[in-house]
T-cell receptor, first 113, second 114 residues
Framework: EDKVVQSPLSLVVHEGDTVTLNCSYE??????LLWYKQEKKAPTFLFML????IEKKSGRLSSILDKKELSSILNITATQTGDSAIYLC?????????????FGKGTLLTVNP | NAGVMQNPRHLVRRRGQEARLRCSPM?????VYWYRQLPEEGLKFMVY????????ESGMPKERFSAEFPKEGPSILRIQQVVRGDSAAYFC????????????FGDGTRLSIL
């Protein structure tokens, strides 16, 4: 069974801190790894990673995939209170005809002013 | 958010009633996925549909649950004879075609069973 483990489960930081969120996975037929940010409502898409070692950046957020270690990290620099959310990691399984996502339980990030 | 529309946002049912959850994918998206999020749990895959076809329903309970995505209209997730354990947030996601494309999520339907 496909498995995604995120750490830490929760994290409290002060504005301006840099955080690193971790995601490790076990999946047959790996296709991609995705990061989402979930506040009160829908998970919103952040990154999709398919190739190892290539960093993706969007403003203060960046992410990289390590296929050898079966893991990924999400970095957030100069955190702001608006970064407070649950960050979800998911892997896409392309086995057969489906592309379902297997999610981790998420990391709850709280950024205090 | 991403434009996937789900309704209702909140749904309250008594045990034994039926629940119908609707999802309209983003414009141009023909692939729909349903996920369930239980308290303290991650999102769990339930079913993957294309227009008029169920592609993968491996995550959906065999009894009481069904899903459809007709040629016209939204995708429907139907839960018959609901029980307390069905209380959860149900999210729908869509993508334009089969991978690798990110799935975009709706705001979810929060189902509460009295």
């Amino acid at each position: 069974e496909d498995k995604v483990v995120q750490s830490p489960l929760s994290l409290v930081v002060h504005e301006g801190d840099t955080v690193t969120l971790n995601c490790s996975y076990e999946v047959t037929n790996f296709r991609s790894l995705l990061w989402y940010k979930q506040e009160k409502k829908a998970p919103t898409f952040l990154f999709m990673l398919t190739s190892s070692g290539i960093e993706k950046k969007s403003g203060r957020l960046s992410s990289i995939l390590d296929k050898k270690e079966l893991s990924s990290i999400l970095n957030i620099t100069a955190t702001q209170t608006g970064d407070s959310a649950i960050y979800l990691c998911a892997v896409e399984n392309s086995g057969g005809s489906n592309y379902k996502l297997t999610f981790g339980k998420g990391t709850l990030l709280t950024v205090n002013p | 958010n991403a434009g996937v529309m789900q309704n209702p946002r909140h749904l309250v049912r008594r045990r034994g009633q039926e629940a119908r959850l609707r999802c309209s994918p983003m414009k141009g998206h023909s692939h729909v996925y349903w996920y369930r999020q239980l308290p303290e749990e991650g999102l769990k895959f339930m079913v993957y549909l294309q227009k008029e076809n169920i592609i993968d329903e491996s995550g959906m309970p065999k009894e009481r649950f069904s899903a459809e995505f007709p040629k016209e209209g939204p995708s429907i997730l139907r839960i018959q004879q609901v029980v307390r354990g069905d209380s959860a947030a149900y999210f729908c996601a869509s993508s334009p075609y089969r991978g690798p494309q990110p799935q975009h999520f709706g705001d979810g339907t929060r189902l509460s069973i009295l």
